[in-house]
């Protein structure tokens, strides 16, 4: 069993920055391939980011590209978020999906093993 532990979310003004974390409580995240999700209110859950098991493997969603960098240790993963928008306001979840031997990089939802309760990232106009 793998507990993942999001931190770092918050109150931003336009334009500002904010690091994410997931961290595993339990466990290393080595073996896992990991992404970030968010989900607005009103709207489905949405790919961020992904990052494969060994990190040399990324995709990032077109409305984040440039402005957002995901990057992992072996015990953590991250979300370096600048020029935040108002657009960007979100809970913002990470998950973990056991490395099968291929990476995807939008795999089903379904698909992920363990997710973490959410961190609430709000961008003030």
């Known amino acids: 069993q793998v507990h993942l532990v999001e931190s770092g979310g918050g109150l931003v003004q336009a334009g500002g920055s904010l690091r994410l974390s997931c961290a595993a409580s339990?466990?290393?995240?080595?073996?896992?391939?990991m992404a970030w999700l968010r989900q607005a209110p009103g709207k489905d859950r949405e790919f961020v980011a992904t990052i494969a098991w060994s990190g040399s493997s990324t995709f990032y969603a077109d409305s984040v590209k440039g402005r957002f960098t995901i990057s992992r240790d072996n015990a953590k993963m991250y979300l370096q978020m600048n020029s935040l928008t108002p657009e960007d306001t979100a809970v913002y979840y990470c998950a973990a999906r056991y490395y099968e031997g291929y990476y995807s990089s939008k795999p089903k939802l379904a698909n992920y093993d363990y997710w973490g309760q959410g961190t609430q990232v709000t961008v003030s106009t």
């Open positions: 339990s466990r290393t995240i080595s073996s896992y391939d």
